[in-house]
């Protein structure tokens, strides 16, 4: 069965730090495997996603995440944070005929 | 931006009384998704269709009703609605093929439910 873990509900960094944002699945078939972005009172809009191919995978506003098979891992990085960040982020599986599966969400802060 | 709209984007109902929300999209795609989120629950899938007249249950099911009776609207029924009910309901699309530009999902707005 497919499932997603996001390690941390609430992570806060300074203005100009590194984001790390935790990542970690199961799945018993190839996943694939997306991060959304959840700005305050909107929908949840796709950053990115790996499906095959380059396990290092670069999506919208700087962000990236790296397939790791070995650490079934799937974590989001920005080498720079910038104040716009701060948001919530889910991080999901696909399941079967289309259905996804969604992690708790870890809500990133800003600090100036 | 995936074109799909919810209405209302706000409601404060009693408890016990019908409620229906409804998804638009022009997207034409086939599968659609209606999700409730709650913190520190993520999203949770409600019911999803994946066509005409063709739904199914998702992991939180109970209390609620679907239908889809046209490609562009998804239609959500709480037939008597519960304080628990309370929360953002999300109305997603996707489309199905083997290429890698289909399985993400497209968010609508969503709407925010409060059940007295």
């Known amino acids: 069965a497919q499932s997603v873990t996001q390690l941390g509900s609430h992570v806060s960094v300074s203005e100009g730090a590194l984001v790390l944002l935790r990542c970690n699945y199961s799945?018993?078939?190839?996943?694939?495997l997306f991060w959304y972005v959840q700005y305050p009172n909107q929908g949840l809009q796709l950053l990115l996603k790996?499906?095959?191919?380059?396990?290092l995978v670069k999506g919208i506003n700087g962000f990236e995440a790296e397939f790791k098979k070995s650490e079934t891992s799937f974590h989001l990085t920005k080498p720079s944070a910038h104040m716009s960040d701060a948001a919530e982020y889910f991080c999901?599986?696909?399941?079967?005929?289309?259905?996804?599966?969604f992690g708790s969400g870890t809500r990133l802060s800003i600090r100036p | 931006d995936a074109g799909i709209t919810q209405s209302p984007r706000h409601k404060v109902t009693e408890t016990g009384t019908p409620v229906t929300l409804r998804c638009h999209q022009t997207?034409?795609?086939?599968?659609m998704y209606w999700y409730r989120q709650d913190p520190g629950h993520g999203l949770r899938l409600i019911h999803y269709?994946?066509?005409?007249?063709?739904?199914d249950k998702g992991e939180v099911s109970d209390g609620y009703s679907v239908s889809r009776s046209k490609t562009e609207d998804f239609l959500l029924t709480l037939e008597s609605a519960t304080s628990s009910q309370t929360s953002v309901y999300f109305c997603a699309i996707s489309e199905e093929g083997q290429s890698t530009t289909y399985n993400e999902q497209f968010f609508g707005p969503g709407t925010r439910l409060t059940v007295l």
């Open positions: 799945s018993s078939v190839p996943p694939y």
């Open positions: 790996y499906t095959t191919g380059a396990t």
């Open positions: 269709s994946y066509g005409v007249k063709d739904t």
């Open positions: 999901a599986v696909r399941k079967f005929a289309s259905k996804i599966i």
């Open positions: 997207e034409n795609h086939r599968y």
